[in-house]
């Protein structure tokens, strides 16, 4: 019989000011802070970094079950079920934050391979015997610098200076830029097939305008075509060709909004070569045409 789990929600642990960012420790097995649901499978409707400072014991992920350590760090999805049925001997912290926080500079981060693997669902559903999703194994000088993070948001969380919701918010942006570059760097952090793929979603995120096709898409991940197809889906949930275009239509409708260039240039600097294509697609993803939308975009400001 499979077991219920518990969805959590952000009110349960960010404050009535509104503002989606909170830090929690767990030491051995006790209650910790309110509603501490760290030894039941559950999600969230937010994202949690999951840090072991230290010890040894047991999480389960989606399902899957092992063992974890100090310097084990897991960035659980909002989509994700995770609970530790062992945790006497570890202390923990969670960071949790809503996605939203991200806003505006997500595009920058999606340069960076480690933060599609880790952030954005790749390698996909499921997971290998002795492996979980999200995770990245810290060495002891990472581990240390992400804790200098943690503190440090900690404290402003507890002054409440003001400004203190822009410092806690540069503070989570080091913490996902560490993690990042951490997994990218790491040695057996990830299988080389899993960061093939987030290299090239970076390369399309900083090269969407550029003359991609299925060919050159394989050769830049040292993929065969068929691989790349099958991989790149269980991934993404789509095709490199349909990916590549939803990224030239969410960077065409930004310049519509933010300058004045025609709209075949629009089309031309995103990548499309017909304008009329160009109106077509966007039209379809965004219920107006392009001129359409810059107008009410105009209006908006």
């Not at 009110?11 to 509603?35: L, M, N």
């Not at 960071?95 to 595009?107: D, N, P, Y």
């Not at 990830?190 to 969407?208: F, K, N, Q």
């Amino acid at each position: 019989m499979r077991k219920t789990v518990q969805k959590l929600t952000g009110t349960f642990y960010f404050d009535s000011s509104g503002f989606p960012f909170s830090i929690r420790r767990v030491e051995g097995k006790r209650v910790s802070h309110a509603h501490d649901f760290t030894g039941v499978v559950h999600s969230h409707d937010f994202i949690e970094i999951v840090i072991i400072c230290d010890g040894v014991g047991e999480q389960i992920v989606d399902g899957a079950a092992g063992q974890v350590c100090a310097g084990d760090v897991f960035i659980m999805q909002n989509r994700m079920s995770h609970g530790f049925p062992d945790y006497r001997s570890l202390k923990i912290v969670n960071v949790m934050f809503a996605r939203r926080l991200l806003r505006g500079t997500e595009s920058y981060f999606r340069k960076l391979p480690g933060y599609h693997v880790i952030f954005r669902g790749v390698p996909g559903k499921g997971s290998r015997s002795g492996e979980f999703r999200g995770r990245l194994k810290l060495g002891r000088r990472q581990l240390h610098l992400l804790l200098e993070l943690v503190a440090r948001a900690e404290e402003e969380l507890q002054l409440r200076h003001s400004g203190f919701e822009v410092s806690c918010i540069t503070l989570l942006y080091g913490m996902i830029l560490l993690l990042a570059r951490s997994f990218t760097e790491t040695p057996g952090n990830p299988a080389e097939a899993t960061l093939r793929i987030g290299r090239l979603l970076s390369e399309l995120e900083t090269g969407y305008a550029e003359k991609w096709s299925l060919p050159r898409m394989a050769r830049s991940s040292s993929m065969s075509v068929s691989t790349l197809l099958r991989v790149f889906r269980n991934a993404t949930g789509t095709t490199p060709v349909e990916y590549l275009l939803r990224l030239r239509l969410e960077n065409a409708k930004a310049m519509l909004a933010e300058t004045s260039w025609p709209i075949g240039e629009v089309a031309l600097r995103c990548g499309f070569h017909d304008s009329n294509y160009f109106s077509r697609k966007f039209a379809e993803r965004f219920r107006l045409s392009p001129r359409c939308y810059r107008k009410n975009a105009d209006l908006a400001e």
